[in-house]
Structures are given as structure tokens and as C-alpha cells.
């Protein structure tokens, strides 16, 4: 498949965002070393397996597809096993509203059937500041009130380095999905939600990079050989069960991620 990608960012930066591809972010290069897993070195054929997608309306797993919401019971489309995962928008073709040299922003309107009942509006922009790449997410309740949790799920390339200092974990059940426990964080490897506040920082290709983020749950999957995946969001996983965040019409849940190239050498 020959992807069509936009391209944001003259200087050591570099950024290839894929509208027709969930709106995703395609690659990241810095001074030429390319930051992400992409298309073509996805070790699986599916959307779930390459670049930095937007999650939204919700982020993670739904248990079951399932959740109560204003006093009615919603069944949605399971697509990783027996659970809902990741929303909507990474299998979506978004639109571009504006573009220039150092940025980008794109919208979707979400769909008002089975795959998410409740439409609504996601928004996206994605601008090369200097050696940061800023990422912002927001979803815009319409005609009704709806659930939202947002997030990004970037696919690194595999870190020589990570450094993350998460203060605690959601315990998982048997079923893979986190509970609302949280419990003391143990040796990895890991596919888990942790609680983070400090800047996550990692090593790829001989880059040092820091990821930063005003969301406070951060998904942390490095079971992979090829990648690492290190995945901020606005809640947890199963969060219209676990920690439901509501919008009435017109109100927006807005949330910003920014990886930023350090110079060689540099720790946190």
C-alpha cells in the first residue's frame, strides 16, 4: 500500500501525518533516524500496529464493549479479542482543515451508528516547534451528551533506553483489563496502566527524547522485540466502566502530548 502523507517541519524535525490512515502520525525523523515503527515494518497487517494514532472517543480496552451510560446499556463492536479497543478514529480517513510548513490540523466527525452512537466531533493538531513535535486531541460533544477518554498510541521503535518513573500501576484482572486498584509497580516486562507525572524519557537510534503530557494514565506496552509502545491518556483503560468522564453538547475534553529531540547526551 502507497501511503499518502503530508509532510510538517523543515529543520532536523520531521513529521509525516496520514489523514487517510486514522489521521496518524506516519513517521518522525530526527536529523534523519526515524523515531516510529512504520507501515512498511509493521509486524502485523492492521491499523493497531504502526505510527502514533489518535485514541478517541475512548483509549484502551472497553470490557466487552460494554458500558452503561445515562441509565441505558451500549454494546460496541469488538475488535481486539472479546473487547472494544481504541476507538474510532485510528480506522478513519480524517480531513485536513488547515496546513503550513510547521503544522497541521484535522478533523472527524464520528459516526452515530453501532461503531459510536453518539457522534461528535475529534479534532487534531500536530505542530513542529523547534525539536518538539506538540500533539493535541480534543473531542466536542454535538447533539448529545457522551462518555470520552482520549489518547495517543505511538509505536517507537525499540528504546536502547526508557526511563520511566510511574508512582503506581492499575492492577490487571483475568480478563487483561485494569481494575480500579492500584498497586505497587513491578519489574516489567509490561502491558500495563500506570499512574506517571514526570516526563518519560527514551533513547532511539542514538536520539534522546522526552515525552511529556497533561494526562496523568500512561499505558506502557514493551513486551515487543521490534518496539515500545509509551501511551498517555486521559483515563484508564475501560474508563466508561472504571472512571466515566462526561460532555454535554457543546462541551470538548481537550489533551496535549509533546515528544521533543534532546541535544546528544542530555537526561532528564
Known sequence: MTLNTTVIGDGAVQVEVAPDQGGRIAQITVDGVALLVGHADAHEPSPLAWGSYPMVPWAGRIRRGRFRFDGDDYELPVNFGAHAIHGVGFGMQWTVTRHDSDSIELELAMPTDRRWP???????????????????????????????????????????????????????????????????????????????????????GGVDVLLESDCRDWVVYDMPAHATCIEPQSAPPDAFNLRPNRIEPGEALTVWFEIRSLPSGNTR
Open 118 to 204: 453518539f457522534g461528535g466531533v475529534a479534532r487534531q493538531r500536530v505542530r513542529v516547534d523547534g525539536a518538539a513535535v506538540r500533539c493535541e486531541l480534543s473531542a466536542r460533544a454535538v447533539e448529545r451528551a457522551m462518555p470520552v477518554s482520549l489518547g495517543w498510541h505511538p509505536w517507537f521503535r525499540k528504546p536502547a533506553q526508557l526511563d520511566f518513573r510511574p508512582r503506581a500501576m492499575y492492577r490487571r484482572d483475568d480478563e487483561h483489563i485494569a481494575v480500579n486498584e492500584l498497586v505497587t509497580v513491578p519489574e516489567g516486562p509490561w502491558d500495563d496502566c500506570f499512574v506517571n507525572e514526570p516526563p518519560v524519557a527514551v533513547r532511539i
